[in-house]
């Protein structure tokens, strides 16, 4: 679209536009929307600069043909380190809005907070990708060990993998991220097995149990969790049935719906379990040790088998 007018321009001065695009400054401001905002946070071997984007408008975003030698804002002219993409939307007109623009502009200074807010985000990712990139550089023994943490299979290890991105890692953490990898290689090449899927019946180990609030019951109360190794190398989890009172060592058979992990074939969960049955004896409790009281007579203490220290 091409026009002959007159604008103010940035710093209280006059610009004669003619023959020259329509300048943002005189759109409707109700015509106008943020597409994106983008941070030029490198430059790759060719010379081209490369992006961060915190992208508000998918289809408007797609529409913009980001320059590879970098942005200049369309109200001053100036090379811009973050810009905001900003959409015509009866035209689909793109145009390329530095922070200092933006906020001369009544539409773009109302959001001048969500501008900020995605320039610094933009920038913490930028600095992140650098210590990860300069890892990988410098450490490529842990490189499989990194990408391996990254899907998520060991908490731990994907704990260390963010850690990296936020604060860098010493010598010592990418040591352990390494055992980590390794262990986990260890442990599949052993395993027999996978977790089950459907409804079936399993025999393991109850690794750990542990109590959690009871969401779903309107008199409050806990239920519990329990993970159980199937003893071929895979561990389920799920909910305890509420007539029995899971422990931890028992060995227990029951029947349940399973389902595996996204993220790991030895790993999954299950749920309305029934036919729970312990099949090894509960822990021994020392009978012996009994304490029967009389009502209030001198001798009261009438039978004692436990240490002496724990009657005095």
């Known amino acids: ?36 905002v983008i941070y030029q946070c490198d430059e790759d071997e060719e010379g081209r600069a490369v992006y961060e984007y915190e992208i508000y408008d998918q289809a408007a975003f797609d529409r913009a043909v ?16 973050y810009a905001c993409i900003v959409e015509h939307k009866p035209t689909t007109e793109i145009y390329y ?5 933006a906020n001369k502009i009544d539409f773009l200074r109302g959001q001048s907070s969500t501008i900020e807010n995605a320039s610094v985000a933009m920038a913490e990712r930028a600095l992140c ?25 060991n908490r731990c ?14 010598d010592k953490q990418i040591e352990f991220l390494v055992k980590l990898h390794e262990d986990d290689k260890a442990k599949r090449a052993s395993a027999t097995g996978t977790c089950p899927t459907g409804k079936q019946e399993v025999t393991g180990t109850i690794l750990n149990v542990k109590k959690v609030p009871n969401e779903y019951s309107r008199y409050g109360g806990t239920i519990d969790k329990v993970l159980v190794d199937l003893g ?16 931890k060592g028992q060995i227990v058979k029951f029947s349940a719906s399973f389902e595996p992990s996204q993220k790991d074939n030895l ?22 040790a009994t304490i029967r009281w009389n009502d209030g007579d001198d001798d009261s203490l009438k039978h004692c088998d436990a240490a002496p220290s724990v009657c005095s």
Not at 267 to 288: C, E, I, M, S, Y
């Open 66 to 81: 980001i320059p590879t030698d970098g942005c200049r804002c369309d109200c001053c002219g100036q090379q811009l380190k």
């Open 129 to 153: 990708n650098a210590r990860e990139k300069e890892f990988r550089r410098d450490h490529p023994e842990a490189i499989p060990a990194l990408d391996w943490a990254r899907t998520g299979i």
């Open 232 to 247: 071929n190398g895979a561990k389920v989890y799920g909910n305890g049935p509420s007539n029995e009172h899971p422990e």
């Open 97 to 101: 809005v530095g922070r200092q623009c």
């Open 1 to 36: 679209m091409i026009i002959t007018v007159d604008i103010h321009g940035i710093g209280g001065k006059w610009w004669r536009m003619k023959d020259m695009p329509t300048t943002i400054k005189v759109l409707p401001i109700k015509d106008l929307s943020v597409a994106a």
């Open 267 to 288: 790993f999954g969960f299950w749920k309305r379990p029934t036919k729970w049955t312990v099949l090894n004896a509960p822990p021994v409790v020392d009978t012996a």
């Open 157 to 170: 290890a994907q704990d260390i993998a963010s850690k990296l991105r936020s604060y860098g890692l010493s």
